[in-house]
């Protein structure tokens, strides 16, 4: 029957509503180490279809994330990546390609992942992030309009565009940072203040 595609929009826009309405549970994180972790995990499962590059350059950088919601961001991102590189014939001299890369920028963190892919459809750019941008690849489309609401939680963007130069996509997610402790704050001034905070929201609730 014709009830098949019904199902998969409510399954999807619940999905979205999910990504979109719940607050993230945010904790500081060293993104680098946070990213190479996950990115180790994809190379694994990846390593003998696409050569997976890592230049991360933001060592010691600190980001409020919800770990287990901003995990599904870069793994939708490097499976679209993925695709796009195995939907492309590759020539014999050209090597399937995926780069992920990090760095300071302008008091954010850019975090980039290029692919080597066919590219976005010239003029479209826009919509990958819509839920329904493409049927045929339901994951690759759903993967994307998960990603923008849940970087959009994280005080970030996000943005695809073809390359320039060359075949392929990249993928840019721009995310604000923790500030270092200001100079002569200590971990006691900190504790002070989270106990003021603590104590401050327990006579709220009561």
Same mark, same amino acid.
């Given at each position: ?98 780069? !992920? ?7 954010? #963190? $850019?975090?980039?992942? *290029?692919?080597? +892919? &066919?590219?976005?459809? @010239? ?27 849940? !970087? ?7 943005? #695809? $565009?073809?390359?320039? *130069?060359?075949? +392929? &996509?990249?993928?840019? @997610? ?33």
């Amino acid at each position: 029957g014709d009830w098949w595609p019904h199902v998969h929009v409510q399954i999807i826009t619940d999905m979205l509503d999910y990504a979109r309405s719940s607050a993230p549970h945010l904790d500081p994180q060293p993104f680098d180490d946070w990213l190479a972790e996950i990115v180790a995990d994809f190379g694994a499962q990846h390593e003998h279809e696409v050569e997976l590059t890592v230049e991360l350059g933001c060592a010691g950088v600190q980001v409020d994330l919800d770990g287990e919601r901003f995990r599904r961001v870069i793994v939708n991102l490097l499976e679209n990546g993925y695709k796009a590189v195995l939907d492309r014939p590759h020539r014999e001299t050209e090597v399937p390609r995926l780069t !992920v890369a990090t760095a300071v920028e302008g008091g954010r #963190l $850019a975090m980039r992942i *290029d692919d080597s +892919g &066919v590219g976005l459809p @010239v003029g479209h750019e826009s919509e990958v992030f819509e839920p329904f941008f493409s049927m045929k690849t339901i994951g690759v489309g759903l993967g994307l309009a998960i990603v923008k609401p849940i !970087v959009e939680a994280h005080g970030g963007t996000v943005s #695809l $565009a073809n390359h320039d *130069d060359r075949p +392929g &996509v990249r993928a840019e @997610v721009l995310l604000p940072i923790i500030p270092p402790a200001a100079p002569g704050a200590t971990d006691a001034d900190f504790r002070v203040h989270a106990a003021q905070e603590m104590a401050r929201h327990e006579i709220a609730h009561h």
